[in-house]
């Protein structure tokens, strides 16, 4: 008979029982939950649950005579032995869910303890170069979720019990980005989903990124915005340009009239009761922002994560030492698993790579994301920000042998398009994973670096 080790959490009676309670009567696996294999303290056990599983599974029974016979094989135990101690064991049918349950217990324990060890021995050795106590923490924080979401409290479900999910969820409001026509295509920002918003250089996926969190948090829904490139100060400037219309360089500058400091003024009552949280330190790593996500969650209720930028992201250096591409899709796959962890959704900004500037239409495909392969694949939706006017260039000059009434010509041109194009920008909505793709008319101020609903 196999005994526990001292000083090991176990219940090795729970697991005997519930091995002779399916060798006695196949209908106990309904009632053991989610058990796995590995919950079992001994190998051996394990073993004999995972054997007895797939001979129900193919013949509707696993009596201990057939379950031996396709396990004598194995000389790594005494099957006959082990399964003649389950079945003296053996318990009724309506212990089992109870026995499951402390068997999944005594594992959650041992994981713990096993995880405690290891964290004192990495605390004890010198830290490797470029990291810190935090980034042991995080580590240790990314081992306790690996054991959280391996535990059998996360719910498994019917297909009956899916589709009655959908069915109660339908009609239920999202979280509204404040911009009516673009939760037309989206549906809003739905629980646990990885949204991208991408654009190239100037184009403005911060200013929109960071308006869509004020107008979260205007709802009164927890925002934590975490920026890798612009400090909470330039972010702070860009809400109150925003909200009080007073241009971005006259508040740098500290230059306004009487009226736009009123504005200002206004502005900043409106917006300093928002439930927004700022993390504007660079160089952090995914494990460290699923920290402070965590963090920001449990003291703030945080319902919406907003990271700007995804390709500034510090990846680990393991993952960096295999490439950028591997290392990029490990931070758009550990971004997904944030969202999904704690069931909020996740915007993440990205950058577009040169390619898109070769083109002549200039308006982003899905293969333009920087490493896209991974990024699109892990992404519920994917939109860009585009502004024609940025493409514009400069007014013509004389070209060689050009005639004065040419370039009046091209000049007027090029004057009447860009007051054509002033102010545009579109949202080009690429994937819906739940939906239908489509193209949103916006207009940018960029004076304010504030985008608003075309009504035109």
């Known amino acids: 008979m196999i005994e526990a080790p001292r000083h090991v959490p176990s219940n090795v009676d729970a697991e005997r029982a519930v091995l002779g309670a399916i060798i006695a009567n196949p209908k106990a696996l309904d009632r053991v939950g989610d058990l796995r294999p590995d919950h079992f303290l001994h190998p051996a056990y394990g073993r004999v649950f995972a054997e007895a599983q797939r001979l129900v599974a193919e013949t509707g029974m696993a009596d201990a005579v057939t379950l031996a016979g396709r396990l004598a094989g194995e000389e790594s135990f005494q099957a006959t032995a082990i399964i003649g101690d389950a079945v003296a064991a053996v318990v009724g049918v309506s212990s089992i869910g109870t026995y499951s349950r402390e068997i999944v217990e005594t594992w959650f324990k041992r994981r713990l303890l096993a995880i405690g060890d290891e964290m004192a021995e990495m605390a004890m050795m010198p830290t490797p170069e470029g990291e810190g106590a935090r980034d042991l923490y995080a580590r240790a924080m990314a081992l306790l979720d690996d054991t959280v979401g391996t535990d059998t409290g996360r719910a498994s479900m019917s297909l009956a ?10 009609g239920a409001p999202l979280m509204s980005t404040g911009f009516p026509s673009i939760d037309a295509i989206l549906g809003g920002l739905e629980d646990a989903t990885l949204n991208i918003l991408a654009g190239r250089p100037g ?35 860009r809400a109150l340009a925003a909200a009080s219309g007073v241009p971005v360089k006259a508040i740098k500058a ?39 996500t965590r963090a920001a969650h449990r003291r703030h209720g945080v319902q919406l994560l907003v990271i700007d930028h995804l390709h500034i992201v ?24 944030i969202a999904k962890r704690h069931n909020i959704p996740v915007l993440l900004l990205a ?15 899905l293969s333009d994301l920087r490493q ?36 009046a010509d091209r000049r ?45």
């Open 203 to 237: 184009m403005g996926k911060t200013a929109l990124g960071w308006q869509i969190a004020l107008n979260v948090a205007r709802q009164g829904i927890g925002v934590l915005a975490i920026s890798l490139e612009m400090s909470g100060k330039e972010l702070g400037r």
């Open 372 to 407: 896209a392969g991974d990024i699109e694949q892990d992404a519920d939706t994917v939109s860009f920000v585009y502004r024609p006017e940025y493409y514009l260039g400069q007014e013509p000059e004389t070209r060689e042998g050009e005639g004065a009434d040419k370039l």
């Open 351 to 365: 950058q577009l790579s040169r390619g898109v500037e070769s083109r002549d239409d200039k308006r982003p495909v």
């Open 412 to 456: 007027s041109e090029w004057e009447q398009r860009k007051r054509d194009l002033a102010g545009k920008a579109e949202l080009i909505v690429a994937k819906v994973r739940d939906g239908e793709i489509g193209t949103v008319p916006l207009l940018f101020n960029g004076a304010t670096t504030s985008f608003q609903e075309d009504a035109r």
């Open 314 to 337: 510090r990846p680990e250096d393991r993952d960096e030492r295999n490439g950028a591409t591997w290392a990029v899709g490990k931070i758009s796959r550990a971004a997904k698993q």
């Open 254 to 292: 500290g230059d306004y009239s009487n009226r736009q400091a009123e504005a200002l003024l206004n502005a900043q009552r409106e917006m300093s009761g928002l439930p927004m949280t700022i993390e504007d330190g660079g160089g952090l790593t995914m494990a460290q922002i699923d920290m402070r």
């Open 161 to 170: 019990q899916a589709m009655q999910a959908a069915l109660d969820a339908a």
